[in-house]
């Protein structure tokens, strides 16, 4: 069956040998490779009623990809663990493997190798490799005060998407479907390093969450301006229509994978990114993130974007 | 919670970045990295009533891990993705990631990095990467007519040791061990290559059904003669006390993990191996294995070995 959905692929030029022997080879030009895992349990971080299996392949691999962005690096190849129930038809595999091929091959990597087994519900292990390109890694902890902090992607989309679905609703397509698909700007986590980021981090559990990861890797406090954030008219939209302020997704909702970095103040974030806050010395409290001068407590309201 | 897996332990050289960012950066010495992926399911793999927690760790991480030594490659790292009911135990876990760091050690790598999440039943997946120190990999499909055939570590222990669990039994404690933990020669992988096998697998499935996958690669028969294979006398008394032949144990067990390769003639294998048989050009039948000139059918009888 991992024959059947990693054959007849066209594998990248990284893949020095593909699936079908014990293990896989990969080239790491540097001599160094990142690798990161990710696990996505049904139920838990999915429902078959809700994504297609193509989807599910797709936002697992993702996960993993837009890892390998944030630290500047390239992905090259995939490999995949997944665990079914036995009546799992063989067409759903297929469509998971349609979807990690999908995602691997947008961003020019493959799917190198895999295991296969019986389980009681669909469980999808996906770790991914990348290059550096000879660049030095974008840590998380890399932050200095005067650092301009900037995002690039999708923040909030997702976690309106789960909001709508959690209603019973299948509309808006286009938040639904960023639930179900993220699309992190992968190519921007290269872009970043080449741009001189000092620290960098994808946001998988929210922007607050990841940036304050950052915070305590660097040592360092991130002030953020809540006026900074665009909202997109169909997060305003959905915002109003659902009574929650769409600025709770964009501060605190995971799963977009959207880049948040730090730039140099001289430089700043290359073109494609948004600026969104500064990062300064902890203060006595040590490393925090606040929103507008203060710990962010969600109570700010719609209103907030009305004036 | 991978955290405490993974921190306070001590990395081998060839971890560049450790776990706590994004991803894990590995060293790839000559540009080139193995990787390969294994899944363990409680209920399928394994039983948590009859192996520990850290022997669950050990045996994920040992089932890669020998997939590497396969290749004739030496492992440099893990990393893992748990799924585990909301109600396993802290120590538990810890003991899951004891085991994989004693096993990783062991070969001098390290757990770089890790996913936790819940789930209903134990997921351990597994993706073990490792490096060929410039060496060429061993493949499946190296084989040539004329190659003997060679076999290290020991065959037939996990499945004999799996056949006494089944029955209730909790002794011999050599077989029941060796079906809770194996014990690869994951040194003697590297070696091969330096001896110049041409072909290597590991033997997950039994020595019949990997064989045929090196037959088919390589587009040979592989002819094994059945005294050639030693019989310890633990697999010969507790075969004599079920009325089974250890013959079945040694040829079809899986999950010993030993290693089965092909050495040329004029060299043969190294110290430590053990010769059972020879590679031929494939007959009209096409590539195939056999056991004393025959394809095996199980029926040879404890008697087989009396003579």
């Known amino acids: 069956m991992i024959g059947r959905i990693t054959t007849d692929r066209a594998q990248p030029d990284t893949t020095v ?17 990142v690798a990161c895992t990710d696990v996505l349990v049904e139920g838990v971080h999915f429902r078959l009623d809700w994504s297609t299996p193509e989807q599910i392949g797709r936002k697992a691999a993702a996960a993993n990809l837009a890892d390998v962005a944030a630290m500047g690096a390239v992905p090259t190849s995939l490999l995949v663990g997944l665990a079914c129930p036995s009546a799992t038809p063989a ?32 469980v999808v292990s ?6 550096l390109q000879g660049r030095e890694p974008v840590l998380r902890s890399g932050a200095r005060p005067g650092d301009r902090v900037a995002v690039c992607g999708r ?4 976690a309106a998407g789960l909001a709508v679905l959690g209603r019973g609703f299948r509309s808006p397509a286009a938040l639904v479907n960023a639930h179900r698909l ?24 929210g922007l607050l969450a990841d940036l304050g990861h950052v915070a305590r890797a660097s040592t360092v406090t991130v002030r953020l301006r809540s006026r900074a954030f665009t909202v997109a008219p169909r997060l305003a939209e959905i ?40 990062v300064e010395a902890p203060d006595d409290g040590g490393p925090a993130v606040t929103v507008d001068g203060r710990p962010y407590d969600g109570d700010a309201g719609w209103s907030h974007f009305a004036g």
């Open 17 to 33: 040998l593909g699936p079908g022997d014990d293990s896989a080879i990969v080239a790491a030009a540097d001599g160094r490779v």
């Open 91 to 122: 067409a759903a595999l297929e469509q998971i493997a349609d979807g990690l091929w999908a995602e691997a091959s947008a961003v020019g990597a493959g799917l190198v190798g895999g295991d296969l087994t019986s389980g009681p519900v669909l």
């Open 126 to 131: 996906v770790t991914a490799l990348g290059s």
């Open 155 to 158: 923040l909030g989309w997702s």
């Open 182 to 205: 993220p699309e992190p700007p992968y190519a921007e986590g290269p872009a970043a390093a080449l741009a001189g980021a000092t620290a960098m981090i994808d946001v998988s559990d």
């Open 239 to 278: 915002g109003s229509a659902l009574g929650l302020d769409p600025l709770r997704w964009i501060l605190t909702g995971g799963e977009d994978h959207a880049l948040v970095a730090t730039f140099p103040a001289e430089t700043g974030p290359p073109g494609g990114w948004t600026e969104v806050g500064v």
